[in-house]
C-alpha cells in the first residue's frame, strides 16, 4: 500500500494538479494557477517536476506575451496517478485504531 504511494505526486500542489489534468483533456497554465492558487514560478515548478517524471506532457502555442501553455496528463500520469489514487484510499479506509 504505502509502496504504491509516488512521492512525485504525493505534494499536495502537484496532486491537485494531476486530479485536474486527470478529468480534463487539458488544462493552460492561467488556469491551473488560479484553480491551485500558487504563484507562477511555483507552478512552473510542481510542472516541471511532473513532466521531468513523464507525467505530463507540455505544449506552448504562439510567441511571446500572446503564447499559451497548456499541460495535459500523459498515460504514463493517468496510470501513476490512478496506483496513488488507489494507494491513499486503501490507507485511508484502514481502521486507525488497532484496539478499537
Known amino acids: 500500500m504505502i509502496e504504491d504511494l509516488d512521492p512525485v ?7 491537485a494538479a494531476m486530479a485536474v489534468l486527470s478529468a480534463a483533456t487539458s488544462a493552460t497554465f492561467p488556469f491551473l ?11 512552473s515548478k510542481q510542472m ?3 513532466e521531468k517524471a513523464g507525467y505530463v506532457a507540455v505544449s506552448k502555442t504562439g510567441r511571446g506575451r500572446g503564447a499559451t501553455t497548456s499541460y495535459r496528463i500523459t498515460r504514463a500520469g ?23
Open 33 to 43: 494557477r488560479e484553480h491551485l492558487g500558487v504563484s507562477d514560478s511555483d507552478l
Open 9 to 15: 505526486i504525493h505534494a499536495p500542489k502537484r496532486l
Open 48 to 50: 516541471a517536476t511532473l
Open 78 to 100: 493517468r496510470t501513476a496517478y490512478s496506483r496513488h489514487r488507489r494507494a491513499l484510499a486503501a490507507i485511508l479506509a484502514e481502521d486507525p485504531d488497532p484496539g478499537g
